[in-house]
Every structure is written in structure tokens, then in C-alpha cells.
């Protein structure tokens, strides 16, 4: 079994920062892309920002400048860094990674439980 579980959520005032990491355990073979999605209440789910396994990286614009995504593969971990918050990033934040489990040919996307990200005004 693949799992990712998140950590670092909570409730922040606008202007400050937050730090999420997430851990991907079990049988893996290998991990492409790592990132993180978030979910606004009555909004669709959102790429906010991606890394894949050369450290190439993409963000949401409304990110830009503000969030760090990182990577530690030898953790099979990926880090958020969020700075600036502003009360419009609060959302379920969601841990997404492609990853080939051992024994298979394929990747497939998982997906972590997610983390409560609350900025208050």
C-alpha cells in the first residue's frame, strides 16, 4: 500500500506563513511529479504549485512569489512554503503525487487526506 499524509495546516493571519510537508510511504518504485492542490468551500479543486523529479517546478499565478514548493527525494517528501498569506488561500490543501508502486509498470496519481489552511483577515 501508497500513502501520503500531509502535515503543517492551521489557522494563520494574513501576512504570515505556513509550512506544509507532505511524506509518501509504502511500496514505491518511483515518484514522478509531486504537488499540491487546494480546495476552496464551493470551488473547484486547484493546482497551486508542482515539482517533478528533475526540480522543475510550475505554479498558480495567484502563488507566484508568495509559495515555495521543494522536494527532499531521498525523503520522498515535498514541502510547501507559504509566505504573504492572504485570507483567498484558505482551502483544504491536498498532497498529489504520481508514483509507479513496486511490482507495477504504471504510474497512477494518489492523493493525500489534505490540511486545513485558514488565513484570517
Known amino acids: 500500500q501508497v500513502q501520503l499524509v500531509e502535515s503543517g495546516g492551521g489557522l494563520v493571519q494574513a501576512g504570515g506563513s505556513l509550512r506544509l510537508s507532505c511524506v509518501a510511504s509504502g511500496s514505491i518504485f518511483s515518484i514522478n511529479h509531486m504537488g499540491w492542490y487546494r480546495q476552496a468551500p464551493g470551488k473547484q479543486r486547484e493546482l497551486v504549485a508542482r515539482?517533478?523529479?528533475?526540480?522543475?517546478?510550475n505554479y498558480a499565478d495567484s502563488v507566484k512569489g508568495r509559495f515555495t514548493i521543494s522536494r527532499d527525494n531521498a525523503k520522498n517528501t515535498v514541502y510547501l512554503q507559504m509566505n504573504s498569506l492572504i485570507p483567498e488561500d484558505t482551502a483544504v490543501y491536498y498532497c498529489n503525487a504520481q508514483m509507479i508502486r513496486s511490482g507495477e509498470n504504471y504510474a497512477r496519481n494518489w492523493w493525500g487526506q489534505g490540511t486545513q489552511v485558514t488565513v484570517s483577515s
Open positions: 515539482i517533478i523529479s528533475g526540480g522543475s517546478t
